[in-house]
């Protein structure tokens, strides 16, 4: 019923940018925060942004990406966008996005999509 659909994600050179989206359906979408997160195989999932419901005033990003990564919503298309610039090979992983009800915690989230590839060549 609740679906969320990342999309995007492709090959880039290091140092190149890409824009990811999550789009949702089967929730009120403004009603949620939206996280994105990241997984590489061998590695934990780790949690990479995370925008607050409503107007998405508060953004939240982790460390290694901030001043590079930006997120943003457009509620009236039920869309999360994840700016990704001046990426790095380390950056490579799969992307999803999740719905929850706040960006407390990265742990907090109901709701996955499926990931998108994002992989960053040196």
């Given at each position: ?39 590489v195989p061998g590695k934990e999932r780790e949690g990479v942004s995370c925008i607050s419901s409503s107007d998405g005033s508060s ?9 590079r990564f930006t997120t943003s919503r457009d509620n009236a298309e039920n ?44």
């Open positions: 019923e609740v679906q969320l659909q990342a999309s995007g994600g492709g090959l880039v050179q290091a140092g190149g940018s890409l824009r990811l989206s999550c789009v949702a359906s089967g929730l009120t979408f403004d009603e949620y925060a939206i996280g994105w997160f990241r997984q953004t939240y990003y982790v460390d290694s990406v901030k001043g869309t999360v966008y994840l700016q990704m610039d001046s990426l790095k090979p380390e950056d490579t992983a799969v992307y999803f996005c999740a719905a929850g009800y706040g960006c407390y915690s990265w742990t907090e989230y109901d709701y996955w999509g499926q990931g998108t590839q994002v992989t960053v060549s040196s």
